[in-house]
Every structure is written in C-alpha cells, then in structure tokens.
C-alpha cells in the first residue's frame, strides 16, 4: 500500500494561487532586501580598498542570490496567472464565449499553455486505472482491449460528472420500511478518519445519523448523515443493492435515497435544517445528490469512493476522497477539472496499491477500511487547509455531545412506489 496522499485544493490544479502570489509578494520584499545589502556591501568593500584591505566582496555573491530570488518570484508569478487561466476556462467551458471575454487581454501564450494543460489532463484522467487493470489483466492479453472500450465507453455515457443545473434525482423506486437498530451517545467527531471510521455497512446498519443540539430555551438541531455503500448485488429487499447503483448513477431515485430520507425525517430532520453529508460510493453519490437539493441547510459534503463527481453549491464545503486506481471512482470519468464547492473544498487523493495485480480486480481499494486509511493519512499530514473542515464540521454550535442513531432499511413490496417529482431544470440556490 502507497503513504503518499495529495491534498488539492479542487480539480486538476493542486495549488492555491493566491498562495502563489503571496509567496511571490513576499519574495520580492526580500529580493529588495538583498539589492539593499549588495549596495551596501559593495560601498563598504570600496572603503576597505582605499583603507589598503583588499579583500574578496560578498557583495558578488549577495546579487546572485538576489537574481535567483527574482527568477523565483517572476516564476510562482507566471504559474499562478497560468493556473488562474486554467481555472477560469475550466469553469466557463473551455470553448464558451464567455471564456473567450474573461481571457481577453490576457497573453496569447499563457492562454495556450493553459490549453494544454487542460488537454493533458483530460487525456490522462484514466492514466492510473488503466495502467493498473491493464497490468492485472496482462496474463489475459485479449481482456486488455476491454479495458480501453470500458473507459471509453464511461465518457460517452457521460454519466460521471452532474454539475449545478443538472436535473435533480426524478422517478418513483420501490419504497423502504426504515428501522431504529441502535441509539447512543456520541462524542463530536475531530477528525476526517472520525467521519470515515462512522460511515455504517457492517452488519444490518445502512444509515447513521448524529443529531447534536444546543443548550439554551431555543434549541438548536444539526445533524451529521453518514450513508453506507453498495451491501449486496440483489435479494430484492436490501435497498442497498446493484440496482440502486444503477438507478443513482442513471439520475434516478433509488430505494436507497428513499431510505435515507426516511432516516433522516425519523431522526428528525426537518427543511431548513442544518445536515452534513458523509457516504461511501452508492452512498456516495446519495449523499452528493441530496445535498444538491435546496431541502436542508447543507454544511458539507464529504464523499469517499464517489461514482460520480457533484458540483455542490458554492457555499457547500465539498471533501472528495478518491484512489485514482480504484475502478468505481473512475466512473466519474476524472471528476471536475474545476474546483467545486465553497472555495474551502478539498480534493484527497491517494493511489492505494500501486502494483498492478490480478487481485485489482477484487476492487479492494475500493473498500471502506482502505478509505479510513486514506483519510487517517490526510489528518497526518498536517496540511492546514484540513483545519477548515475541522472548523466547519467539528463544532456543532457548541455541542459538546450528541445522539448517534443507526438506521437499518428493507424495500417494502407491499406498498406503491411514491409519486416523485420530475427533473428539475436546475436546482435553486440554497437559502442562507
């Protein structure tokens, strides 16, 4: 197994380029620092000359520092405008015409770096799950070719990415008899693993919801929803099933969404409350849907192993944590090029195994407890940009502790499937 996490900040480019510009602000200070003591260097060395001293000037080697300082500053300068660029077009369609407004002015040159930066990154989005199934399948040398049609054929359905004006979940599934299996105190989770180790599947548990209330004669309720993910291929009561997976990743309601609504209304979610989305691929793509929707007050989202790649509100703090060598997470065909979520979202990745083995095709960096070494690795690597997740999620209005309800979920075939809306043309904004 690889140790190796990246933390990004959002879509393909992994830096913060107002990092960047600061770091360069800050560079150029000391660059002016450095010609000042050249100056006065080379102002003492001609006095120590005329004194008789005859000594070597370190005011040479004092202006060659200076002169890497500035190719430094002019270099994070030049990236940071070439990153913005990409970001740019990414979010407003690289070929739109609004696009070609925002880069007006800007150097024709940059503009097409960034081109092909966008290009690369498009063509090498599946580089790693490729390699990795192609390896494995090596010894069976006629299934390499299925590889390739596979992944092509996850872009053309194009499926894998729902952006804000995408419809809704529509349709009528089967609907779920939800039950109460356990409720417990809980403290507040403090950590990524916290909310990964919480996420249910063992055992008949399929939802978990932590309600956390604050003292005082108006109390305040919100909630942290944790979704297991695919249990079975099918039996036909398990809502947690091939089927739903299908359903979900079509943009149709599942028996599984279904449930979780119920969860949430039993444990006493109502509109406008304040909910935090955590889900393990089917419960993955869930949760991303439901916090598209302008029900509850949507805090976060935070997705492991995610099938699809949701652009959530721009208020929304999104964590997306993916192995690009799991084959699941890349139905999401890459994921957003573009940051989405608030400006605080996160993109986690790791490569889980990076060996090509016949035993990928077990889909074992697929599973949870690989996830929850994912995220415990991310809370090591002491990167700050965790500290606004731990910010937004960790406080609860200063709840010291909580009630954790866990939720089991059986289709229920004596009953009609509920009448559903359609799809919506666009999600409304979440009120504030």
């Keep these: 197994m690889n140790d190796e996490v990246d933390i990004r900040s959002g879509g ?16 150029s200070v000391v660059a002016g620092k450095l010609d000042a003591l050249a100056s006065r260097l080379w102002v003492l060395s001609g006095q ?21 300082v500035d190719a430094l500053t002019s270099a994070l300068r030049d990236r940071a405008e070439l990153y913005e660029v990409v970001e740019r077009s990414v979010a407003l369609g690289w070929d739109s015409p609004a696009t070609r407004i925002a880069l007006l002015g800007v150097d024709p040159a940059v503009v097409a770096r960034a081109h092909g930066l966008v290009t690369q990154w498009y063509d090498e989005r599946h580089r790693e799950v490729e390699n990795q199934l192609r390896g494995a399948m090596a010894p ?3 299934m390499m070719l299925v590889v390739g049609r596979l992944i092509q054929g996850i872009t053309a359905v194009d499926h894998g990415v729902v952006g804000r004006g995408d419809p809704l979940l529509h349709g009528a599934p089967a609907p779920t008899v939800v039950t109460e299996l356990a409720r417990r105190q809980v403290e507040p989770p ?7 180790e919480r996420v249910p599947g063992q055992g008949e548990g399929r939802v978990r919801v932590e309600v956390y209330t604050t003292a005082g004669p108006d109390p305040v309720h919100e909630y942290v929803v944790y979704i297991a993910g695919m249990q079975s291929f099918g039996d036909g009561a398990d809502p947690w099933d091939m089927q739903s997976n299908l359903e979900l990743y079509e943009g149709r309601a599942s028996s599984s969404s279904d449930a979780v609504e119920r969860a949430l209304a039993a444990a006493g979610a109502r509109s406008g409350d304040r909910v935090h989305f955590v889900g393990h691929s089917q419960g993955a ?6 916090a598209r929707r302008n029900e509850f007050d949507v805090g976060s989202l935070v997705t492991f192993a995610s099938p699809v790649a949701v652009l959530a509100p721009p208020d929304v703090l999104q964590v997306t944590v993916r192995h690009p060598d799991d084959p699941v997470v890349a139905l999401a065909d890459g994921g957003w090029p573009s940051a989405a979520g608030s400006a605080q979202s996160l993109v986690i990745e790791r490569v889980a195994d990076p060996e090509p083995r016949l035993t990928d095709l077990a889909l074992g960096v697929h599973q949870m407890e690989v996830y929850r070494e994912t995220a415990a690795l991310a809370d090591a690597s002491g990167d700050p940009r965790l500290a606004d997740l731990q910010r937004e999620l960790f406080t609860f209005g200063g709840a010291s ?7 089991g979920a059986e289709r229920d075939r004596a009953r009609s499937p509920s009448p559903r809306p359609g799809p919506s043309p666009q999600p409304p904004a979440p009120a504030r």
């Design 12 to 27: 393909f480019v992994a830096v913060d380029t107002g990092t960047l510009r600061h770091a360069a602000a800050r560079l």
């Design 48 to 68: 120590s000359a005329r004194a008789g001293h005859l000594e070597p000037s370190p005011a040479g080697g004092v202006e060659r520092a200076r002169d890497r």
């Design 140 to 142: 069976v040398i006629p």
């Design 190 to 196: 403090r950590a990524l693993a916290d909310l990964a």
């Design 285 to 290: 793509m869930i949760a991303s849907q439901l």
């Design 401 to 407: 502790a909580g009630v954790a309800i866990v939720y």
